[in-house]
């Protein structure tokens, strides 16, 4: 079993910015790609970013030049910088990592962080 544990969510008026982390931890695993999804209110979960293990990165159109996804591989790290953060931008933040465990491979789910952009 892996765990994702998410920090750094909170408050934030437009404009401003935050930053949130994901710490996977586990045994015997090993991390490939990782990646930040949202869900606002009565709203399907998205895709924000994504980062494969050698770094190569992919945003959703609404985030490209505000988020940026970046990891720290000794860690099991993905953090997610969020600039100039808008009001739509508001809702629950998950970490998702694809993980090859005990030979297998999985995808694991965060608990999920809030981030709310007041106008």
């Known amino acids: 079993q892996v765990q994702l544990v998410e920090s750094g969510g909170g408050l934030v008026q437009a404009g401003g910015s935050l930053r949130l982390s994901c710490a996977a931890s586990?045994?015997?695993?090993?991390?490939?790609?990782m990646g930040w999804y949202r869900q606002a209110p009565g709203k399907q979960r998205e895709l924000c970013a994504t980062?494969?293990?050698?770094?190569?990165?992919n945003y959703v159109d609404s985030v490209k030049g505000r988020f940026t996804i970046s990891r720290d591989n000794t860690k099991n790290t993905v953090y997610l910088q969020m600039d100039s953060l808008k009001p739509e931008d508001t809702g629950l933040y998950y970490c998702?990592?694809?993980?090859?465990?005990?030979?297998?491979?999985?995808?694991?789910w965060g608990q999920g962080t809030q981030v709310t952009v007041s106008s």
């Open positions: 586990g045994r015997n695993f090993r991390v490939n790609a």
């Open positions: 980062i494969t293990s050698d770094g190569s990165t």
């Open positions: 998702n990592s694809d993980v090859i465990i005990w030979a297998s491979r999985r995808q694991y």
